[in-house]
């Protein structure tokens, strides 16, 4: 599909990827200890997948929201050199209310979700400040030998030159979940949808259903 | 619909009556300044209907995100007096990261969602939170004669003897938005559904579409 063209999504597509992936995971034993969702995007695939993460006699997983934005999304001006680099988070962990429930993120396996890989600018910076602050809670509490396992889920990864990396070690491990890889389209999500029953015809008609 | 009867709804029902709200919100011209998500349950609601208050030209409302469970959805032990209305919190406003936006929640328009009001116990703690916390912000700030507004959303409000009230001034003021009211019935929502073209086919028989 050419970068023009534009590719509906419908719910039950949305709900279908997400079951995929999460059943994958659930098949290779790394059922997350948390979700992370990225606001807004990711809200709606991570209470999705939640419910494939479930095992039987379980809690829910926890999720999390942490708000990232664009500063180019948010229609604030800034550096041209920067345009897309730069991130505003507005809201981030609340590890106060997370202590209910975990000491620390410490060890833990994390599954940060988003809608979409676009630029992965915003994956990358989710990714390096999750890191960042574990290391400073290992260094506090002197737990340095406790590996924490961060994850990525996204429904759409466009296969397209990105403008910021993930980790190595993630990616090849196989810690780089996508449920499906698309050309540079215009991705129109249903939850944008002015008319529903319309978007979810053309959706079908796309076999994205 | 009697209490044992399960509801089915499907996710472009869920839509519709995202935008039915989000419409009457806008046509009495008082588009939240925030919305506030809470997760699990709201988090798919509150994406949908920002899209319907978005007004052409400003920002995308910020959705914060604020973690609240009922201990006995935990499989927490409480005390059997009370049980249904002991809440956890497990993630609460991050007013720090909100600063970039706002100053405070003070004299702002503030719409909570969740998916359902069922006996009300989260929805009266989310509301009776939140208003301590802007009133402690209020006498530090000195700025006791701004009127904060408080609404709720919520897909399906439960026609059955509620366990907490919620403000009078609120349900009196129109502010108290359910976008249907259903029978003490069993609610299932597509986000929960195992396999969703069933859950949708079911959801049409029922007229849930």
Not at 71 to 87: A, L, S, W
Not at 98 to 108: A, M, P, R, V, W
Not at 159 to 178: I, N, Q, R, T, W
Request: aromatic share 8%.
């Amino acid at each position: 599909m050419a970068n023009d063209e534009k590719m509906y999504i419908s719910y039950n597509n949305i709900h279908k990827l997400c079951k995929k992936v999460g059943y994958e995971i659930i098949a290779k034993d790394e059922r997350p200890d948390i979700i992370v969702a990225i606001t807004g995007g990711g809200m709606i695939p991570a209470r999705i997948i939640r419910s494939f993460l479930k095992v039987k006699g379980q809690k829910n997983i926890p999720i999390q929201a942490i708000g990232l934005s664009l500063y180019e999304d948010m229609g604030v001006h800034g550096d041209t050199e920067n345009i897309g680099k730069e991130v505003i988070r507005t809201q981030w962990l609340d590890f106060g209310s997370l202590e209910q429930h975990f000491d620390s993120l410490i060890g833990k396996k994390i599954l940060i979700v988003d809608e979409v890989d676009d630029t992965r600018t915003t994956l990358h910076y989710a990714v390096s400040e999750l890191q960042k602050e574990v290391e400073e809670q290992q260094k506090k509490l002197d737990r340095l030998d406790e590996p924490t396992q961060f994850s990525i889920f996204v429904i759409h990864n466009k296969d397209k030159p990105k403008k910021a990396e993930l980790p190595k070690e993630m990616m090849e491990s196989g810690h780089y979940y996508a449920a499906t890889t698309v050309g540079d389209s215009w991705l129109c999500y249903p939850w944008d949808a002015e008319d529903i029953d319309e978007h979810t015809k053309l959706a079908a008609a796309q076999g994205n259903i």
